[in-house]
């Protein structure tokens, strides 16, 4: 957000309708300085000087002013090419009349490597204007990364959820919304309960009003009474039984599947995500969202809501009768009433402070455990189980200081609360035993009075706890609503193209990616692969080859430039229909826990046993696979942790082949392969490759001599294609890598 006093130092230079402005932290000498960067539809402004502090007279005695020492001004049309240099710690915005021609460049500003991100989007902003768009289009603008009420940055700036000014009721309304397809049943529990509520109202009455001012008084029917009393008493009492049991039958019967829906929501929710939310998600985090917070939902809707509708129904009836009696004991006794509700108001803002605290120290705990069962062996191999049981405890220790810190004050300031009710009680008693005796009341009329408050101060501790219990729920939803509301980075189009069959040719054009703001992957990068043939990638670890990849199968959507299958913009495919033809063969693999026959028919669940079995044969498999306990059948851990790399990387060609796909990308698809199975399973898959497009990666160039065509990559762009023998003549970057893998062929040989 630009600061108010920034706005008036550009408007002190006569500039007035900035659209974009960031500030950076070196001048043109590389001095350090305050540079605010800002653009309008004619002009980019560089002004540099120096925030400083002054005191002032006044409540606000420390204000920001601005020096400025030199404006810049600069036509948009005299810019040309901007970009970005990265230099050991410092950055460099520079504009060039020609992109092929750099030489031909001006400087225009320096920073430290931490405002990059901000630079990227000046660029972006000026490329804008110049394309006559909307200036701010794909834009992140710092005014939306914070609370417009109070201030706060949001945790997520695509949704603008502030944890502080939430909306509470929408929330609310939002779980509520989760009984709308029980409304028959729901209607059933509150009417059973209302009933239940009213017979437990008018009980007092029968059986103490009624009970000593006319049936224990002189001339009385005593014996008479006495067993009509009790005998309604009995009967009240029964009934009251009965309804409560009728509800907590229908409420056994919806809550589980509430409950069910809710779960079902947050996991569909994280399926339709991109893949990019999960890598900036931990397990724990996950985890957390799908069993503990729904669980705690739960819990408030079965032992919370229920009761809470009983207790406010009580209240408002016991308050009414309670004036009925006698109007001026009423007052008296409902005059603690808003001291409470103002200390419940304020514990539940702590509860919910302490809450949120424990979640994210439970989240951490969990994601340990996870770390710790996937990395086991990297913690045997360096030792480090003492260290990872330090770390755990840490965590844990905070956890146990926040639930301290929760039921120490639970546990101090409800009992000041019961003390203050009690103190209310110990009043009207005194006052209306006065009243009995100078002949005000009856004695049935104050013993009735005094318990109906016994009844109206139970709602208020019931209060003081369901208000710890929303606490910990409005938190959880708050967290699970983030799931279901996130929107995928790659969406299904809203009018997409259906081919009748995929080929598979495949074409790149100018396509720049980045996982980081102002990090690119990929800079302008163009490839193509007719259908049938095999186009092999190489290049040095980094350079951009998987995320090639993971862009052609739609894992990731490029940031600028086109990808297009059969000639259709993948953006504008189905899904379903594009990833069903693009078979990937990763070198990170993932079995499920299950059978080992489960695992290769993933792809399509369909496959018989004999497809199976002929995929494990084609990716060399099915010899390992018959020697294991119980063969097809033998079950396999969570990552397939008891296989060994190259048997669960045959199992992961195996399942790429029951696809049966039009497209297939092999990534290092040989990787973890002994050289003799590595000839086998190369022989495998030059004959899966028949008729389909291959993409095929690798490090190993020698897989790749029979490629159709060969691309090297090298800094996320395009530097040498054409086939093996082509580019051995060149004698450039691929000969080169190829002779060294020669060398080392040759050295390990010899050894």
């Not at 005059?335 to 989240?363: E, Q």
């Not at 101060?457 to 967290?479: I, K, T």
Request: glycine share 8%; charged share 20%.
């Amino acid at each position: 957000m630009t600061p108010e006093y920034i706005k008036q130092a550009f408007d002190q230079q006569g500039i007035k309708n900035l659209i974009y402005a960031i500030h950076t932290d070196m001048n043109a000498n590389g001095d350090f300085a305050d540079v605010y960067t800002a653009v309008d539809n004619d002009y980019l402004y560089i002004l540099t000087g120096e925030e400083l502090v002054t005191r002032t007279v006044g409540p606000r005695r420390i204000v920001s002013e601005y020096r400025v020492d030199n404006l810049e001004k600069i036509p948009l049309t005299e810019l040309g090419w901007l970009r970005t240099e990265k230099m050991l710690s410092t950055g460099r915005l520079i504009a060039s009349d020609d992109e092929k021609q750099p030489e031909k460049e001006r400087l225009l500003i320096l920073y430290t490597l931490g405002y990059l991100g901000f630079v990227e989007r000046l660029i972006k902003v000026v490329k804008n204007i110049n394309a006559k768009e909307d200036p701010l289009k794909e834009v992140v603008v710092d005014d939306d990364l914070f609370c417009h009420k109070c201030g706060l940055r949001y945790p997520e700036p695509e949704r603008k959820l502030c944890p502080k000014c939430m909306d509470k009721t929408g929330i609310t309304l939002r779980l509520l919304g989760f009984f709308k397809f029980y409304k028959g049943k729901v209607a059933a529990i509150m009417l059973l309960m209302l009933l239940s509520t009213g017979l437990a109202i008018f009980s007092p009455i029968i059986g103490t009003q009624l009970f000593l001012d006319d049936v224990l008084t002189a001339g009385g029917q005593f014996y008479g009474m006495v067993a009509y009393i009790v005998g309604l008493l009995v009967f009240v009492r029964f009934v009251n039984t009965i309804f409560n049991t009728i509800h907590g039958y229908v409420l056994a019967q919806i809550m589980p599947w509430i409950i069910y829906d809710l779960k079902l929501r947050i996991f569909e929710a994280m399926q339709r995500l991109s893949i990019s939310f999960y890598t900036s998600k931990r397990t724990g985090n996950l985890m957390n969202r799908v069993n503990r917070d729904a669980n705690n939902i739960y819990w408030f809707f079965v032992d919370g809501v229920p009761f809470l509708f009983v207790n406010v129904l009580m209240f408002i009836g016991v308050i009414i009768l309670m004036f009925v009696l006698n109007a001026q004991l009423a007052l008296i006794a409902v005059a603690v009433i808003p001291i409470c509700v103002l200390l419940f108001k304020l514990l539940f803002r702590i509860f919910r402070g302490f809450h949120h605290k424990d979640w994210v120290y439970s989240s951490q705990m969990n994601s340990m455990v996870s770390d710790s069962v996937n990395g086991r062996r990297v913690i045997k191999a360096f030792a480090r189980e003492a260290e990872e049981v330090g770390r755990f405890s840490v965590a844990g220790g905070k956890q146990a200081g926040i639930e301290t810190k929760m039921f120490n004050m639970g546990f101090t300031a409800f009992p000041l609360i019961y003390i203050l009710m009690f103190g209310g009680q110990v009043v009207v008693t005194a006052i209306g035993g006065i009243m009995v005796i100078n002949g005000e009341m009856t004695l049935g009329v104050l013993m009735t009075f005094i318990a109906y408050l016994s009844m109206l101060y139970g709602p208020l501790e019931f209060l003081s706890w369901v208000s710890n219990w929303w606490a910990r729920c409005l938190d959880s939803a708050q967290r699970v609503f983030e799931i279901i509301d996130t929107k995928p980075d790659v969406t299904e189009p809203e009018n997409p193209t259906v081919l009748a069959e995929i080929a598979g040719d495949i074409d790149i054009k100018d396509v720049w990616f980045e996982y980081d703001p102002a990090t690119p992957i990929l800079k302008g990068l163009s490839l193509s692969v007719a259908a049938g043939k095999t186009l092999g990638i190489v290049g040095k670890t980094g350079a951009g080859k998987s995320t090639l990849a993971n862009l052609v199968a739609r894992l990731y959507d490029v940031k600028e430039g086109v990808i297009t299958v059969d000639g259709v913009n993948v953006k504008q495919l189905p899904l379903a229909q594009l990833r069903q033809n693009i078979g990937v063969v990763s070198q990170d693999i993932y079995l499920f826990i299950g059978s080992i026959a489960d695992n290769i028919r993933y792809a399509r669940p369909s496959a018989t046993i004999e497809e199976v079995i002929w995929a494990a044969k084609v990716a060399s498999a099915h010899e390992f696979i018959m020697n294991l306990p119980d063969g097809y059948e033998t079950r396999v851990g969570a990552g397939g942790q008891d296989l060994s790399g190259g048997e669960k990387q045959r199992l992961s060609i195996a399942r790429t082949i029951t696809q049966n796909p039009k497209i297939l990308i092999l990534d290092e698809a040989t990787a973890a392969m002994d050289t003799e199975t590595e000839g086998k399973i190369q022989t495998a898959l030059n004959l899966l490759q028949k008729d389909r497009t291959t993409i095929a990666i690798a490090h190993r160039l020698s897989t790749l001599k029979d490629a159709d065509a060969l691309a090297v990559i090298e800094d996320g762009k395009v530097v040498e294609s054409g086939t093996h023998e082509e580019l051995m003549k060149l004698k450039k970057e691929y000969h080169k890598l190829f002779m060294i893998q020669m060398e080392g062929l040759k050295v390990i040989s010899m050894d």
